[in-house]
């Protein structure tokens, strides 16, 4: 089968020669890699937003008269190479990246800068004859305008919705194109059961997870909960001093442990705050590690403890594939993979007051309650390698259109 792909966030291999070294989210590459070794053929469209040389000055102001110094702005700054044009083949992915101008992150592009990015599209997919029997459009912004465009010919698209969809569905504009979609592609079960309160119901729907890697060998069972582990971003966003104030005032065994995993804007202040609580004897501050070295800490730890809002979370199968336990934010990405009290729990966001208690009742469960939810985590995380999620949306996508491959 011939598949299309239209994306604004793609990695940029040909700038970056590492995966690890590259910000970029991998999901969709996973994706397209595993459906290119199965014998698909893969283009894609990357149509990477664009910001202005002013806009790097802007955000270094704001950042820094920022009260808190969140940092949440800095993820937007580029690379000049990487929002070049470009033409490469990666790993027998054809991807042809076409910059597009924007101006405010999470605000919609300018119509004259579609127009003009869809004319790029078009002749370029006119030069290299490219023929696809299928569209896949990631994020709806530009990607939906841009599929409907190519999709004169009745080809079937599938949309891929992300948290950051929500925005764009405000416009009442959009719905005319949404109509266009053969089967939307939801992130998590939580984002699926928003969009379609938003209004839209799609006619066709699945999911499309992300997951781990083919060669991550899975870990052992788990039989009592000591280690406590957080790996993100450190930001007020991501809720680690709610975690730190709820690790503080629970009662744990005298043997507990928290380490905190990662970097970012707000480190100083969590810093701080462990050492304002008395608790310096018991957490410990890992620093920025490798993807290696953040398996092997997942496998040291007993328990990781992450409860904030997020797209999908791969950090929690990831955690979840080496016998951890996982303690998630209820009604975000995970949930609906992560069943509470069966293979790990769900905590609401920002009440510290609850993630104290089960932080409790976790460290003093038995060993037989603690082993079987081990094994559930493990059992999850086995069904949710990346060739196996990649196939079996492959195969859908086929049985659901009747698509017959074209090599």
């Not at 599938?158 to 950051?164: D, E, G, L, T």
């Not at 799609?202 to 039989?223: Q, Y």
């Not at 336990?325 to 790990?344: E, F, T």
């Amino acid at each position: 089968m011939k598949i299309l792909i239209i994306t604004p966030h793609f990695p940029t291999f040909d700038v970056y020669h590492s995966r690890a070294d590259d910000p970029r989210t991998k999901f969709l590459y996973d994706y397209a890699l595993e459906w290119i070794k199965i014998g698909h053929d893969v283009n894609i469209i990357h149509c990477i937003p664009r910001y202005p040389s002013l806009f790097s000055i802007v955000v270094r102001i704001i950042e820094y008269f920022s009260k808190n110094r969140t940092g949440q702005l800095e993820r937007f700054l580029q690379k000049k190479d990487t929002v070049q044009k470009a033409d490469y083949t990666y790993k027998g992915l054809k991807i042809v990246r076409v910059p597009i101008s924007k101006y405010i992150p999470h605000r919609d592009f300018f119509s004259l800068s579609v127009r003009i990015l869809k004319n790029r599209i078009n002749k370029l997919l006119k030069q290299k004859n490219w023929n696809y029997d299928i569209i896949i459009s990631d994020f709806l912004s530009p990607s939906l305008s841009i599929a409907c465009d190519l999709s004169s010919f009745k080809v079937p698209i599938y949309q891929i919705f992300h948290q950051s969809d929500l925005l764009y569905l405000k416009n009442k504009n959009l719905f005319a194109l949404l109509q266009q979609i053969d089967c939307a592609l939801f992130r998590s079960f939580s984002l699926k059961n928003e969009i379609i309160k938003s209004g839209y119901m799609p006619k066709d729907f699945h999911l499309m997870f992300s997951g781990i890697p083919v060669d991550l060998k899975l870990g052992k069972c788990r039989k009592s909960i000591t280690k406590f582990i957080y790996v993100g971003n450190l930001r007020y966003s991501k809720n680690v001093q709610q975690l730190i104030k709820a690790f503080a005032s629970a009662h744990l065994n005298t043997s507990c442990t928290l380490e905190i995993v990662g970097s970012g804007p707000n480190e100083r202040e969590f810093r701080l705050l462990v050492d304002e609580l008395e608790i310096s004897s018991k957490v410990k501050f890992m620093g920025k590690l490798s993807r290696e070295q953040v398996f092997k800490r997942m496998a040291a730890s007993d328990c990781l403890v992450m409860v904030s809002k997020e797209t999908f979370g791969m950090v929690y199968v990831e955690a979840m594939s080496q016998g951890c336990i996982v303690v998630a934010a209820k009604a975000q990405g995970i949930d609906g993979v992560i069943v509470d009290g069966k293979n790990g729990f769900l905590e609401p966001l920002e009440d510290i007051d609850s993630l104290s208690k089960t932080l409790s009742k976790l460290s003093c469960l038995d060993e037989k309650s603690i082993k079987k939810i081990s094994e559930n985590a493990l059992h999850t995380a086995s069904r949710m390698y990346d060739n196996i999620l990649a196939e079996d949306l492959i195969k859908k996508i086929k049985i659901t259109k009747g698509v017959v491959s074209g090599g």
